[in-house]
């Protein structure tokens, strides 16, 4: 089984950053893709970043140039860097890994909230 913990969540004034990390445990190889979403009151969840292993990203349009993802295989984590908030990008952030040796199910943290005040 595999176990992700986010942290570095918090309150931001907009135009401000935060570094987001999900730290996996557990059974941590063969990785296919690592995935951060959101998901704000109210609303759907949805993808926000993602890597596959072979180091490709993809971005929601309205995070690309402000938000990169970035990991350290030899430490299990997976970042998401956040640059130039807005308030809209208030949700609670959760980490989502797809390995190899799991068919069924994709695995996800317990989410960390961040908030952009304006």
């Known amino acids: 089984q595999v176990q992700l913990v986010e942290s570095g969540g918090g309150l931001v004034q907009a135009g401000g950053s935060l570094i987001l990390s999900c730290a996996a445990s557990?059974?941590?190889?063969?990785?296919?893709?690592m995935n951060w979403y959101r998901q704000a009151p109210g609303k759907e969840r949805e993808l926000v970043a993602s890597?596959?292993?072979?180091?490709?990203?993809t971005y929601l349009d309205s995070v690309k140039g402000r938000f990169t993802i970035s990991s350290d295989i030899a430490k299990n984590t997976v970042y998401l860097q956040m640059n130039s908030l807005k308030p809209e990008d208030t949700a609670v952030y959760y980490c989502?890994?797809?390995?190899?040796?799991?068919?069924?199910?994709?695995?996800w943290g317990q989410g960390t909230q961040v908030t952009v005040s304006s």
């Open positions: 989502n890994i797809k390995f190899s040796w799991d068919a069924v199910k994709t695995y």
């Open positions: 557990g059974t941590t190889f063969g990785i296919i893709v």
């Open positions: 890597m596959t292993r072979s180091g490709s990203t």
